[in-house]
């Protein structure tokens, strides 16, 4: 982070409440490089876990932000929080293969509309 970069204060929330990588990051920080430290901090011993970047969704008031974008670029919104943490969701989404995967339907039928894992 370079000086004079804008920040911004960041918590990561599981479905099940656990906040992951509570950090400082600056706005030029693209969602991928979010994503492998998010990755990198998961919390041990989860029923879940992301492998790779691919396997996780970040949520902020309603989007899904693009590996591709930095945190500016994704428009993270935080003018009316006073010195203020902004949470945003995480999912885990593995990637599912095309029933090649040796998935039972009953292993199959444990996933929502959205592809997520239901526990």
């Known amino acids: 982070m370079g000086k004079g970069e804008e920040l911004i204060e960041l ?8 906040d992951v990588a509570c950090s400082t990051y600056a706005l030029s920080m693209n969602v991928a490089t979010l994503k492998q430290k998010i990755v990198a901090e998961w919390p041990q011993g989860k029923t879940v876990t992301p492998k ?16 591709n974008k930095t945190l500016a670029d994704s ?12 949470t945003m969701h995480v999912i885990v989404q ?17 996933l929502n509309s959205c592809g997520c894992i239901i526990l």
């Open 11 to 18: 918590k990561f929330r599981t479905n099940d409440g656990t």
């Open 52 to 67: 790779s970047i691919n396997d996780l969704k970040i949520i902020h008031a309603g989007k899904v932000l693009e590996n």
């Open 94 to 110: 593995p990637a599912i293969a095309k029933n090649k995967s040796g998935k039972s339907k009953e292993d199959m039928q444990k």
């Open 75 to 86: 428009r993270i919104t935080f003018g009316d929080l006073p010195a203020g943490v902004i």
